[in-house]
């Protein structure tokens, strides 16, 4: 720039007294002069500046381009445009300029002289900016801002609650990664084909959380264009419409319904078989599905006409409501066609009970618009896992029982499977001799002792039912106590068994045998039964027998349902001088830790575990821990099942305490007992 230096000082003080900024490079872009003003917008002073890079003032996005600009253009042509210097303290000042390049006198390029201008406008755009971004920064709304690639350069604060990101973790990230599973590739690209042609788009969108979470939002998305119309960013408003969403899931919820009943339509029963098969592999009940069809509905709605067969349509839904528990499903297939499920139940036997229940409930009478009518209806049932875990063959299985319901004569239930169809009918048929039975003295009690390790001296005697059934002979237990405990006869049997043990331990002790311990089986029906007390204190009143002679045996399962009502219980029966033993110990929660806390007085070992001592190891093992640690615990314990003398050995080894089993004698009845003794 040899010859320019000669200023003259004039145009010295011609440009000192500029207000714009004036800036000299060489052809290396290093500053060769500064004007006051121009130090003064950035805040040095003109010395700083000298010999210094002008890149240097820039920051580096902004010196990437420009050197390239100063470079191609600045040496062909004058050139104006925005720009952003670095002011000394690190802000950005926003500058237009205007480049014209210098050359020698061999028209060699020189270097640039750059008249800078404050852009107030720009700066005021910035002041508007900063006040926009804080609208935004606290709206309520979610506010993503790309570039024109669609990479994130902005989001708000409620962007950030919504999405679970942090903005760090976002920003230069591409906007596709918010795009959930549900909103597919090809609705993107249907989008980004319309704001890339630089239209706004609106629609509703899934988006995905940081954490694999979805949520809907309600978008508008705008294209953002620059002077020469390119589009060059990307806003994104949306509006989280989740709770929007539940309220119109709501409303399709209505749609499950069936609109004359009320009841679950195919639809929604569909759901439920389906949610309910999913979580049955888990559980150790079973399922069942009824299929229901009206008896000769069609008569009675084309002879007493479509009100009255509404009517009693609804009356229908409403006893099948009633006719099960809260967690079942009751749903309307169409016409006269009812479907329920039975979810959480003790297999055939319950069904059975719930498909009698219905028989019974139908066939009552009822009155409909001066109409007295009976409607039965046939029902078809099959069981879940057993016949299937698939919602279309189950529903196929219990469609083709209820015709076979239907071809049976009508007004009755059938199960899928012949196998179930006997079980339920050999359970009905129990069911009805046990009633008889109770009534015609069938029942009897059998007595088997059980004596003291150390002596051998009969210590006590369990009384075991049976029932002498006129036809099958005598019945154990086995083959009918479930049927007493699901159709709640247990509760009489039990009151029976209980008052003729008791009467005949009576009877034992007027011929001489006073037998210190007689312990009886107590069902867990009948411990949960709230007349339990008054009913064995009647029994004492009646009979004379001493409640410190009784000793009641219960089951581990029975306290395991619920603790705090079993722990009252015993300790009421204890208050009146009963003892409690542990039935079947080790074959259900065997905790012995849970024992500590119950007023019990003995542990009756099951026989499983007698039965291959001294051969198997484990049992063994099993069996000497048990008794060491009931007695640890003050529990005597019984050894059931004893049957040979090696058995006997080894429990005598372990001081075990008492013994029952075929080896001191099997269960007799009184007669027999009492020759035996
Ligand atoms: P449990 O209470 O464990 O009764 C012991 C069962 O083992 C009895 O069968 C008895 O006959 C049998 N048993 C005794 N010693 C031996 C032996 O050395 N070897 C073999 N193989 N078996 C032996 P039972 O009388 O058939 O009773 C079966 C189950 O029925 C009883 O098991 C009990 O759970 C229930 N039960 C019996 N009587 C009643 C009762 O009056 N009420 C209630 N709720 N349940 C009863
Ligand atoms: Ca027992
Ligand atoms: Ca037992």
Request: hydrophobic share 40%; aromatic share 8%; with cysteine.
């Amino acid at each position: 720039m040899g010859k320019k230096k000669q200023t003259h000082d004039f145009y010295h003080q011609l440009i000192e007294g500029l207000h714009e900024g004036v800036w000299l490079v060489d052809k290396h872009h290093n500053t060769t002069f500064v004007n006051q003003a121009m130090a003064d917008l950035l805040g040095y002073e003109v010395a700083d500046m000298l010999h210094k890079n002008i890149f240097k003032f820039m920051s580096e996005k902004e010196s990437t381009v420009w050197k390239h600009l100063l470079i191609q253009y600045a040496k062909i042509k004058s050139y104006s445009r925005g720009l952003e210097l670095l002011h000394k303290e690190g802000h950005g000042i926003y500058v237009r300029i205007s480049l014209s390049p210098v050359f020698d006198e061999q028209d060699e390029y020189d270097g640039t002289v750059i008249g800078v201008v404050d852009d107030t406008d720009l700066r005021h755009q910035d002041h508007q900016l900063k006040l926009l971004s804080s609208a935004v920064e606290q709206s309520a709304t979610l506010v993503v801002i790309t570039n024109e690639m669609g990479m994130v350069q902005y989001v708000n604060p409620k962007f950030c609650e919504l999405t679970g990101y942090a903005a760090d973790e976002i920003i230069d990230q591409n906007i596709k990664i918010l795009r959930s599973s549900s909103f597919k590739a090809s609705e993107l690209a249907e989008v980004w084909k319309v704001i890339v042609s630089g239209n706004a788009w609106q629609g509703e969108v899934s988006t995905k959380k940081k954490n694999g979470e979805t949520f809907s939002s309600l978008m508008s998305i705008s294209p953002i264009k620059n002077e020469q119309n390119e589009v060059i960013n990307f806003v994104a408003v949306g509006e989280d419409i989740t709770r929007l969403k539940d309220a119109q899931s709501r409303i399709e919820q209505l749609a499950y319904v069936d609109s004359l009943t009320g009841l679950a339509n195919r639809v929604l029963f569909r759901d439920r078989i389906e949610q309910v098969l999913k979580n049955i592999k888990r559980s150790r009940f079973d399922a069942a599905l009824l299929y229901l069809d009206l008896d000769q509905f069609k008569r009675i709605n084309d002879s007493l006409g479509h009100d009255v067969g509404d009517a009693l349509l609804m009356n229908v839904a409403d006893r099948l409501r009633d006719c099960v528990r809260h967690q079942d499903t009751v749903a309307r297939m169409g016409g006269d066609e009812f479907v329920i499920l039975l979810t959480n139940i003790d297999g055939v036997a319950g069904a059975t009970l719930v498909a009698r229940k219905i028989l019974q409930i139908m066939n009552k009478p009822i009155r409909l618009l001066s109409h007295e009518i009976i409607i039965t209806p046939s029902i078809g049932i099959t069981m879940a896992p057993a016949d299937s875990l698939n919602a279309d063959i189950l529903l196929k299985n219990a469609d083709l029982a209820m015709y076979r319901a239907k071809s049976q004569g009508r007004n009755n239930y059938q199960f899928f499977t012949d196998e179930m169809n006997a079980k339920a009918t050999r359970h009905l048929e129990i069911e009805n001799e046990l009633r008889m039975a109770l009534d015609k003295d069938q029942i009897e009690i059998y007595f088997q002792p059980q004596v003291s390790i150390k002596n051998r001296e009969l210590v006590g005697v369990e009384a075991l039912v049976r029932w002498n059934h006129p036809e099958r002979g005598i019945l154990s237990p086995d083959q009918f106590i479930q049927v007493a405990e699901e159709t709640g006869l247990i509760i009489t049997l039990g009151w029976k068994i209980l008052k003729q043990s008791c009467i005949q331990w009576c009877t034992m002790k007027s011929k001489g045998l006073e037998i210190p311990k007689m312990a009886v089986n107590l069902s867990s029906r009948q411990f949960r039964d709230p007349n339990l007390l008054e009913m064995i204190q009647a029994i004492f009143d009646r009979t004379g027998f001493n409640p410190l002679n009784l000793e009641l045996e219960i089951t581990e399962s029975l306290l395991m349902d619920d603790m705090e009502h079993a722990i009252s219980v015993l300790k009421q029966l204890k208050d009146i001088g009963i003892s409690i033993s542990i039935d079947d110990f080790g074959t259900g929660y065997s905790s012995l830790s849970y024992l500590k806390r119950l007023p019990i007085d003995s542990l009756k070992v099951d026989r499983s575990f007698i039965t291959d001592i001294p051969n198997d190891k484990d049992d063994i093992a099993i069996t000497a821990a048990v008794i060491a640690m009931a007695h640890k615990l003050r529990l005597k314990v019984v050894a059931e099942g004893v049957e040979t003398q090696a058995q006997l050995d080894f429990l005598q080894k372990n001081h075990c305490d008492i013994g029952q089993g075929y080896l001191f004698g099997k269960p007799m009845k009184l007669g027999d007992f009492l020759k035996h003794q």
